[in-house]
């Protein structure tokens, strides 16, 4: 298990210096690259955010106070109030003059349906629109523009204007007329504070705003009939809400927006020739005042940064509620996979328990056959002795134990010689890695079954035995046994621990039960020397050559098989940095056998049933879920920061449910003590990161191309000292 | 001193059979790649900073509507 390159091992000063600093660079631009992605997606995040008024909720209104600060002037008079140049000026249409306004779009559905009415009675308007909307339909605003009607400004999300600070409120303005204008290529500039109503209704905390408004160069529009149309009330009751007292000039509210407005569809339908009737002529906000307001245009001239920021505005919304749909919808994929994979598992798991556990459950006849145990061993010392004394004391009838060191610097050889055990050899080959080590090791084999154990992992007396209980079966080729982290006393162990149950005592009863066992755990595998020779041996084309040598042998037809009675202890990674070099490595390997295996998929026979069941099985729920697992913590945030805490907080501890549900399932089906399960909720916090996020790595390094060397893990030897 | 080596005990070194999947020792995948994602951060750093730097211009030096 030394780190090597080819024929080299890397652990030699010179050499591994100037690798590991070339290595130390290249990761390092892997973080930066890291970090600018995910502060650019924080960035469309707090856009879309923005955009969807969540820092404001638009339901969000407070009480106005009272009306002493409004003059009676203003309150009294016409809906059209011009507060600019420090001047107070307020006009009424003339008389017999309708405007129809319409606020909160433009809507996909409900404006082009109101347009239709309006063309149909040659008809024009004005929309006071919503900036976001705007930017999210650009097309609808160029459509009114090109059919006359008239734009005002209605704020760029809708939010209680008197709540906001004013330069929040100045952007609401400025940004609405910037998508305007690059929508449009004109703009005015009427604008129409939300929820205002008629200029009776003004109140002492939204007149300082009104003013505002003008101060900025925005003329207020307010309405004289209210249609009341977002309570849908009916066609008929909408029509005659709109409807202004005899003769009296009108600017009407409506809303083509919000919500379903079928209704307001109906009633202008109804409205407009019942008035035309009555001799009413219908006409622009703009153009009913433009004989008063001949002092100051209500035309104003767009101009190039304009145009710019209402672009950037507009691709700025656009693309930000595209990366929230896309994590919406990757949101709902791992939602669905994550369900689909509990339910098979506890389907599956279920299932195979009770098969194995049946009375009448028999491999066949006991197999007493001899067994060569192979331990490939780089700089073992502090494990081997234990390792190779529960091997050589087994209860298996005919036990030898085959150890080789892989040119070990540290005493591992004279370790096992010291044991003195007379079924132990020591075979000692130049460096070449684990999958070599194990090739020389089923080379030198004196039996038909071997045994690959990992040298820091400790068996029970009777686990060979077990495991070579399937070999009774001829069609068996493989066997997984039942490997459990051995260290656990520290929360990184107990997480392992874990994990380990949850992968043995639910994955690989699945898998087995499937026929599409992934791997046979280098920590404990047995194997018909046989069938190892037929495909090949262990190959150094991929870093998980356990993998890919079950992946061979399940296209070879043979079968490969879970015993959970043949059990060993295993000592995980002590820290954060060992657990990431080694799923790091086993992520990449795995990717690497699937991609050597591809051609499973198009293939007849065993190998084809193995590609076109078992691959994508392992794709789909090995790969692309724990790929996709960020997106929950994603809009977890999300969620907290700006959706409904409590619905948030609700939908993440269902997860911990569903996955708690299921590790208390594995513990159980393992006979484990459920102490350990304390941490789970823990491990949501730190472990689950690290885990999709090696696993972001080992995709990235498979897309470059870059090589991932075998990394020795530092042994603590915890689980050799503790008694066997 | 050291015992000569009899050339014919010297260790056979056999190239493995099967390259390394996904390993690309040209490195020009990785470049490749590495540009890319350079190019496409870069973009979107610049409209990023457009995006903030038009919202700070609406902050501090509003153009008014006439």
Aim: glycine share 8%; with cysteine; proline share 6%.
């Amino acid at each position: 298990m030394g780190v090597w390159r080819g024929r080299q091992r890397l652990d030699e000063p010179g050499e591994a210096t100037g690798r590991q600093r070339s290595g130390r660079r290249r990761l390092r631009r892997r973080w930066v690259l890291a970090a600018v992605v995910t502060f650019v997606l924080i960035n469309l995040l707090v856009v879309d955010a923005y955009a969807n008024a969540r820092f404001t909720p638009d339901h969000k209104r407070s009480d106005g106070g009272g009306t002493a600060g409004v003059p009676a002037a203003v309150r009294d008079d016409g809906p059209v109030v011009d507060t600019r140049d420090g001047q107070t000026a307020t006009y009424h249409l003339p008389e017999r003059t309708i405007a129809l306004t319409f606020d909160d779009g433009p809507d996909p559905v409900w404006t082009p349906r109101v347009m239709q009415v309006l063309r149909k009675h040659g008809v024009r308007a004005t929309f006071f629109v919503i900036g976001s909307q705007v930017s999210r339909h650009p097309e609808i605003s160029r459509e009114l523009g090109r059919e006359g009607h008239e734009l005002g400004i209605h704020t760029f999300t809708h939010p209680q204007l008197a709540d906001l600070p004013a330069w929040r409120r100045r952007i609401e303005y400025s940004q609405t007329r910037a998508v305007i204008a690059y929508t449009t290529g004109v703009t005015t500039p009427l604008a129409r504070l939300p929820y205002s109503s008629h200029v009776s209704d003004l109140d002492d905390a939204n007149w300082p705003v009104v003013r505002e408004t003008g101060q900025w160069g925005y003329v207020s529009v307010f309405n004289d009939t209210d249609s009341r149309d977002w309570a849908r009330p009916g066609p008929n009751v909408i029509a005659r809400n709109a409807t202004p007292e005899d003769g009296q000039s009108a600017v009407i509210l409506f809303h083509d927006a919000g919500g379903d407005r079928a209704q307001t569809v109906t009633a202008l339908d109804l409205f407009i020739p019942e008035m035309k009737r009555r001799g009413y002529r219908f006409t622009t906000v703009s153009e009913g005042v433009r004989q008063q307001l001949a002092t100051s245009s209500t035309e104003t001239r767009v101009t190039r940064s304009e145009l710019v920021r209402g672009a950037l505005l507009v691709w700025a919304v656009k693309i930000a509620d595209g990366t929230f749909l896309i994590l919406w919808l990757l949101l709902i994929v791992v939602g669905v996979l994550t369900l689909a994979r509990t339910l098979l598992l506890f389907g599956f798991a279920l299932r195979h328990v009770r098969r194995r556990r049946a009375p009448a459950w028999s491999w066949g006849p006991p197999v007493p056959d001899p067994v060569t145990v192979i331990v490939p061993a780089y700089n073992e010392r502090a494990t081997i002795a234990a390792t190779v004394r529960s091997l050589a004391t087994g209860t298996h009838p005919d036990i030898e134990v085959l150890v080789v060191d892989d040119e070990s610097d540290d005493g591992t050889a004279d370790e096992i010689e010291r044991l003195g055990l007379p079924n132990v050899r020591v075979v000692r080959v130049p460096a070449g890695g684990k999958a070599a080590a194990l090739n020389v090791g089923v080379g030198l084999a004196r039996h038909d079954i071997v045994v690959m154990v990992d040298a820091d992992t400790v068996v029970e007396p009777n686990a060979i035995h077990r495991l070579v209980q399937p070999f009774a079966d001829p069609k068996v080729g493989a066997v997984a046994g039942n490997v459990k982290v051995g260290n656990r006393r520290r929360l990184l162990g107990r997480w392992q621990h874990i994990e380990y149950v949850i992968g043995f005592n639910l994955d690989r009863r699945l898998y087995d039960t499937l026929g599409c066992m992934p791997t046979v755990p280098g920590a404990l595998g047995a194997f018909r020397r046989d069938a190892v020779r037929q495909v090949g041996d262990l190959s150094r084309a991929t870093l998980a050559e356990d993998t890919d040598l079950t992946m061979g042998l399940h296209r070879a037809g043979w079968n490969i098989v879970y015993e959970e009675s043949a059990i060993a202890r295993t000592e995980a990674p002590s820290s954060l940095a060992q657990l990431w070099r080694q799923r790091y490595r086993w992520s990449y390997g795995t990717m690497q056998a699937m991609w050597r295996h591809r051609r499973a998929l198009i293939e007849r026979g065993p190998s084809g049933r193995f590609g076109r069941r078992g691959l994508p099985f392992i794709a789909l729920f090995s790969v692309a879920l724990p790929l996709l697992a960020p997106v929950l913590d994603i809009v977890a945030i999300y969620g907290v920061a700006f959706l409904d805490r409590v619905e948030t907080v609700i939908a993440w501890l269902a997860v911990l449910v569903i996955q708690i549900v299921t590790a208390m399932l594995a513990f159980r089906l393992d006979r484990e003590p459920m102490r350990p399960l304390w941490a789970l909720p823990l491990q949501q916090i730190v472990y689950r990161q690290i885990m999709y996020l090696v696993l972001v790595h080992s995709v990235v390094t498979a897309l470059t191309g870059g090589q991932l060397q075998w990394q020795k893990l530092r042994r603590t030897g915890e689980v050799a000292a503790q008694p066997s | 001193v050291a015992n000569p080596t009899d050339p014919s005990t010297q260790v056979l070194h056999v190239d493995p059979p099967t390259a390394a999947v996904f390993v690309d020792r040209s490195g020009r995948r990785s470049r490749r790649l590495r540009r890319a994602a350079y190019w496409l951060v870069a973009l979107a750093l610049v409209l990023l900073a457009l995006v903030w730097l038009a919202l700070g211009l609406d902050i501090f030096g509003l153009p008014a509507a006439n």
